[in-house]
């Protein structure tokens, strides 16, 4: 059953964060809902788990990306992430949270929010890409960018996510939460976090798919705009490749990407990663 998370807030907001979320979101006030600003006590990793944000994108009345037979993004990647959930919740010194875990819609700016209220250490949006053309294949990893899109492939994926709000009937408008923080974002490392974070992650996930791209690259993706979060998109294969979209629908190939991006958070704190700049 398909469900629309309500737009608008109700008394049970009160014994609901993420209904709380929403409808500050509807208020124009997300940090309302935010925790006061402060690093948590202890190192992450070694005095507190390290906390990690899993967004399954789409959802709810937002299919996202449909294959040529019929298999629809906002599924496969709600499994990726349940699965990846539960590799992590193995982990002793992780913790892992989800955006969603039902198929609902959630607005972008209300995923972001939802990272930040749980002190999410990194955030982790999951996709299967689609292109025009069914040849394209491979696995990608992205960033965020301030500066403009890397390529102009990146550029049109990243307005292709944006809409997402649009199609769950988001307005655009609003945005302070989100555009006062490009700012903040160019005062910090952040975003060379995400880049390191996300050059990890990718090099996993060249172990069990072929790669779309090399490297990671970086556009203006909404939902990777958390100001204090090293955050990366995952596009963990094109759903329009016929190839893909098969090995998408399997188990083993879900569990080899969740492999990957587990193996890719490992090595990032391996290297010397940062956590969550607060």
């Not at 492939?153 to 006062?180: K, P």
């Not at 090099?203 to 993706?221: I, T």
């Amino acid at each position: 059953m398909v469900d629309l998370y309500p737009a608008q807030g109700t008394s049970a907001a009160e014994n609901d964060p993420l209904l709380a979320l929403l409808e500050d979101y509807n208020k124009g006030d997300l940090g309302k809902s935010l925790p006061p600003e402060g690093p948590q006590k202890g190192k992450a990793g070694r005095d507190r788990p390290i906390v990690i944000m899993l967004d399954p994108g789409h959802g709810g009345e937002d299919p996202g990306a449909i294959g040529k037979n019929k298999t629809r993004e906002k599924d496969i990647v709600l499994q990726i992430a349940r699965r990846l959930s539960a590799l992590i919740k193995k982990q002793p010194n992780m913790r892992v949270y989800m955006t969603r875990n039902e198929d609902v819609f959630i607005p972008l700016k209300v995923r972001v929010a939802k990272a930040r209220k749980q002190r999410a250490d990194l955030f982790i949006s999951i996709h299967a890409d689609a292109f025009t053309s069914r040849s394209v294949r491979g696995s990608s990893v992205f960033a965020l960018s301030t500066k403009g899109a890397t390529s102009a492939a990146a550029r049109f994926l990243a307005q292709t996510q944006n809409e997402s709000d649009e199609i769950g009937g988001v307005s655009r408008s609003g945005d302070q939460y989100l555009d006062h923080t490009i700012f903040d974002l160019m005062q910090t490392a952040t975003v060379n976090d995400s880049l390191k974070f996300g050059k990890e992650v990718l090099k996993n996930m060249g172990h069990v798919n072929k790669l779309h791209k090399n490297s990671v690259e970086q556009a203006g993706f909404a939902v990777l705009k958390a100001p204090d979060i090293p955050s990366i998109l995952v596009e963990t294969a094109f759903i329009s490749n016929v190839e893909e979209e098969r090995k998408l629908r399997t188990s083993a190939f879900q569990q080899q990407v969740a492999q990957s991006i587990l193996a890719g958070i490992k090595a990032y704190f391996a290297n010397g990663g940062e956590l969550a700049r607060r």
